[in-house]
């Protein structure tokens, strides 16, 4: 379908915002721009912090448990270590092709058209990343108050009041300064990558002690459960759901300084990092704890403590509670800038495209993200939800990447600054689609539930971006909200430069774009970045 007037008719406000192509978000912001303030160190912060959440410290007993022994998990965190590598030369590929923030959602756009490109942004705006966000403020709130309950569970309100505030104090961060929120991303990943080093010495000291047993080839491959190739399979994607949150840093592509250099250069850097850390942090758990022990943990990161820090036991939770709220940071600065690239299409309000004047931080984008996790907070429902669309948030993996070899024969001649080799998509498509056939043939309800939620969109689609001639009480109720929230929220139209908008046409653009009269932004504008 084609992509191109029938979006200015959109759920963006006046419906005059998102234009496709190459005009994409060339508005008239007087100068207002997002900041390219994420260097090489915040970029491999963003990705690091991103994958690296509570799963390492909690629970990595997931691959264990289906790979039967400790010597295939091992293999298997290599293997998805390589793959998730693989994936992320691809999309660096795409990264600097296609150079512009929303990630996967922006190259399936452009790639396959608006449809499945809105299709990947409402699976995400609806359950993606408030459940996401919800369930990793959730874990930083239970390690924080489980020491002022030692003998009992904390109270289930106690926790989802913490994570509350968790959230609404990263949104301020998140809102006040660029510069702040990738600080507090960098310290807060260095304090997990600390976190995770102690694991590793300790876990070498127990291997000079002669700790070794179950590293032992003969005793590595010793299963506990007979193998079988369904649970192998299962032991993969457990695998690379532990790697999830490798493609965000292409989220902020338009926000980092020198992208062709820092984007690839970053992924290069961190997905390495990463395998090397999970692997000898796992290789570390097993000097300690016996597969048996490992699995009978809760919480495998503090039973580790517990058996070698003695009193200093404590550093453990502490570590997981520190890696949980720089989960969330890096999580609300990446989705936000998801949601903010869709408004820009036009395919969520206008309001959503806009940043401050003097912050130049999206707090439309920010605000509409801890509004939806507040949101799931209370709800009951949030690790069911997840089980649904993580089939569908793996499945646009492999569509974008399919979509990198597409571009290759639609799109021959178009710039590249990098361009690998096509057997490197095609290895991590054969890869992924052996784990998607057997997602489906394991789990063919939550897989079909995962789907039917995702089609819900399209009705929305064809409701809101589609359908060009609304009417115009709608158009009207919708141009006063956005004026409300620009005036609530000080915020207009980034100036994105390079469009080709120019002379009278390029006026009216930038006027329809906004319903603030041209005195109120005037107004408004009492500050550049």
């Not at 590929?93 to 190259?107: F, M, R």
């Not at 509409?368 to 949101?375: A, Q, V, Y």
């Not at 993996?397 to 998509?425: C, E």
């Not at 064809?462 to 359908?467: A, E, S």
């Amino acid at each position: 379908m084609s992509d191109g007037p029938r979006q200015r008719s959109s759920t963006s406000g006046s419906g005059k915002d998102a234009a496709g192509g190459e005009k994409e978000g060339g508005g008239g912001g007087g100068g207002v721009a997002l900041k390219k303030e994420i260097g090489l160190v915040s970029a491999c912060g963003i990705i690091v912090g991103n994958i690296i959440g509570s799963g390492i410290f909690v629970s990595p007993k997931g691959v264990l448990e289906n790979a039967s022994s400790v010597g295939l998990a091992l293999i298997v965190w290599i293997v998805t270590g390589i793959i998730t590598a693989i994936g992320a030369l691809c999309y660096a590929e795409l990264g600097v092709t296609i150079p512009k923030s929303g990630g996967d959602y922006a190259y399936v756009k452009d790639i396959f058209g608006g449809l499945a490109g809105f299709l990947r942004l409402w699976i995400a705006v609806l359950v993606i990343y408030p459940t996401n966000q919800a369930v990793i403020a959730l874990t930083f709130s239970n390690y924080v108050l489980q020491p002022l309950f030692p003998t009992c569970f904390p109270p289930e309100n106690g926790l989802r009041l913490l994570a509350a505030v968790c959230l609404l104090l990263l949104t301020w961060v998140n809102c006040s300064s660029v510069r702040w929120a990738t600080r507090v991303q960098d310290i807060f990943t260095a304090g997990k990558l600390l976190a995770l080093a102690l694991i590793i010495v300790m876990g070498i000291v127990q291997i000079c002690k002669g700790e070794y047993y179950w590293l032992e080839p003969a005793n590595a491959f010793e299963p506990f459960q007979d193998y079988d190739v369904g649970l192998i399979a299962l032991a993969f994607l457990q695998g690379s759901f532990a790697y999830g949150g490798w493609n965000f840093l292409n989220y902020v592509t338009e926000e980092l300084v020198d992208p062709y250099v820092n984007l690839p250069r970053a992924i290069f850097i961190s997905i390495p990092l990463v395998t090397f850390v999970y692997v000898f942090a796992n290789i570390a758990y097993v000097t300690a704890m016996s597969p048996q022990e490992l699995l009978a943990s809760n919480a495998v990161a503090v039973t580790f403590g517990e058996k070698l820090l003695g009193v200093m036991s404590w550093i453990m939770p502490i570590s997981v509670a520190l890696s949980t709220f720089g989960g969330v940071n890096g999580s609300l600065f990446t989705s936000s800038r998801l949601f903010f690239a869709g408004a820009r299409e036009g395919h969520l309000p206008s309001l959503l495209a806009m940043i401050h004047m003097k912050r130049c931080t999206p707090i439309p984008a920010l605000l509409f993200t801890c509004l939806s996790t507040l949101l799931m907070l209370c709800t009951s429902d949030m690790y069911t939800l997840i089980n649904y669309v993580g089939f569908i948030n793996y499945l646009f993996y492999g569509v974008t990447v399919a979509g990198q070899i597409v571009l290759r024969f639609t799109k021959p001649d178009m710039h590249r600054p990098i361009k690998i080799s096509l057997i490197w998509p095609v290895i991590y498509l054969i890869f992924w689609a052996f784990l998607l056939i057997f997602s489906l043939y394991s789990e063919p309800v939550v897989c079909g539930t995962g789907l039917a939620i995702m089609l819900t969109g399209v009705p929305v689609y064809f409701l809101g971006v589609y359908w060009d001639n609304k009417p115009k009480c709608f158009d009207a109720f919708v141009d006063k909200m956005t004026y409300v929230g620009q005036k609530f929220c000080m915020v207009v139209y980034p100036d994105l430069g390079g469009s080709s908008e120019s002379g009278e046409e390029g006026e009216e653009m930038k006027e329809a774009r906004s319903p603030l009269s041209k005195e109120d932004g005037d107004n408004l504008k009492s500050g550049d970045c």
